[in-house]
């Protein structure tokens, strides 16, 4: 059985996994990975995410979630103990872990009193860790159509250094970005945004959801950057990370106050995703399980349509533009991308007439060809800052 799943997940064109790391189940398992991933940013060891992972099982979305919760808790007494004790860098490294776990808890929990305990919970730990791990944060709102875009804020020594903005994608809140990129771009010298645009976190609680012209609340929280944190634009980076690689593309169209643009992989036209993700959901019928079942939910949720034909339909015509892209751009591409994210990225590359521009693919050897380098996040930070050192 686990052969013949691991053989018609490569078959999608769709797929951000084309081999099996421990669970047969491939949401679970790809997102086993990147909490094994956030692990060297303060996330989880192996040991600890290898012992929730024995507390699953395959296949049952309520035993992750309840397994991750259990070890939150666990990880978040083990702080309370060592600042009780006078530790309060041991403290705030268990509290992170506690976030890290809470986080990946609500993964697969539906939209809900339980998935927003357990959003609200996370980030209650996260930014506790930060204060207690002495990290320059600082919170911040940006009000966005009666709504509010939420984000943090992480200040260079030097005020004078670039600063990189990372935006995740259907998947993510701005904290998890922290640990998946955030941290590493901290500790070599630059100033740090995170931020949750629309349709992220919590947004859809203030009825904000995915936007085609993502440049209207991305250019909100670029004047916020300016304003709050005196972020100049021509040392501005930003960096999407798999939905948020058609942020990326966008706003490199879109959004001239950028002095750099990263996209792994760049997604021009969400909707050859979308339909070719309708199609694959249409074909595999009720064979779907609950794990994706579960996950599905919450991405319309956050997409604001009640199922893929909608959202397939919601985003038809919907593109950026490669001919106004001249920001330098870094297209990053994982070997184990599906057909729609190789042929993206590809395209929108050759496409572009942006005279610093590059291409990189990392392949198996790399350990990082894993959707969005989720199996190896350093090796996708140590590249973008080699190329930021160039271009910025």
Known sequence: MAAQEDEARVDYSTARLSQRYRFNDSNMDLFFLGALG??????????????????????????????????GRVLAVQAD??????????????????????????????????????????????????????????????????GALAGHFYQAADPSAPTVMVIGG????????????GRYYLERGYSVALVDLPGQGLTMEDGLHWEPEIERPLGAVIDELVVRFNVKTEKLAMLGMSLGGYFACRAAAEEPRLGAVIATPALPRPHDLFAAAAKASEDAGASTSEVERRNMQVLLWKAGVDDLASLSQKWAGVSADPSKVHVPFLSVLGGQEGEVWKKATTEWHQAIPSELKRFVTFDAPTGADAHCQGSNPLILAQEVDTWLRHVL
Request: net charge positive.
């Open 170 to 181: 259907a998947d993510t809140c701005h904290e998890d970005r922290f640990l998946s990129q």
């Open 38 to 71: 956030w692990g060297p940013a303060g996330g989880l060891s192996a040991g600890e995410a290898y012992y929730v992972a024995s507390q699953i099982e395959d296949g049952n979305p309520k035993s992750w979630a309840d397994a991750f919760e259990r070890q």
């Open 81 to 146: 103990t060592w600042l009780e004790r006078g530790s309060r860098r041991a403290a705030g490294e268990a509290r992170l872990k506690g976030f890290a776990c809470y986080r990946s808890a609500w993964q697969f929990v539906p939209p809900g009193e339980r998935f927003a305990s357990l959003f609200r919970t996370s980030q209650k730990l996260f930014d506790q860790a930060m204060k207690e791990l002495r990290l320059r944060a600082t919170s911040f709102t940006v009000p966005y159509k009666g």
